[in-house]
């Protein structure tokens, strides 16, 4: 039922969006579509787990898929058309507890959609999710080969809503630490690292 009622949710803000005039307003409820999905994609897997730990790397590969997919619809002025952007996932996640899976989700959705609009924008360009996991910290970085981050970058002073989210989510609900690089030869990395209770 939940799944159902987000799908919804999601349906009438996208209807409501179309509707808009202002590209501001319309931008926001388009990227509360985004969230609302990502949650519902969770909620599909949680549905199927009965509160025990879930498998993180199919909820990650759905997340990857439905965020490449919508910024080929041009959700929130991406303008990202998905055959032109190679995501891939590297390394696993993992069984990990539904209370890391949901905040993990949508802070994951924030960095992919992230590079997609600010990094690869209006370019071809690889998104790489690569994951490295050990008995107390799982470590993941979203890499893309686009233009980089803007003179003096700063993620904490950044007014962007997605990478506050980010911040929140991390900090707060997942108890871990993010940073925002430029990389070594072209695009940006986000790095977080976050605890976990012993190996799968």
Known sequence: ???NNLQTVAALLRLQARRLDVPEGRAALEEAVRRVRAIAVVHD???QTADGP???DEIAD???AL???LAGADLAGAEVAADTVVPE???SFGQLPSAIATPLSLVLTELLQNALEHGLRGRNGRVEVAVRRTDHEIEIEVADDGAGLPAGFSLAESPRLGLQIVR???EGDLRGRIELRARPDIGTSAVLRIPVQGAD
Do not use: M, S, Y
């Open 1 to 3: 039922r939940v799944k």
């Open 45 to 47: 897997t949680l549905a």
């Open 54 to 56: 879930v498998d993180f």
């Open 62 to 64: 759905r997340l990857i």
């Open 67 to 69: 965020v490449v997919d």
């Open 89 to 91: 996932r590297v390394g």
């Open 168 to 170: 929140t989510l991390v």
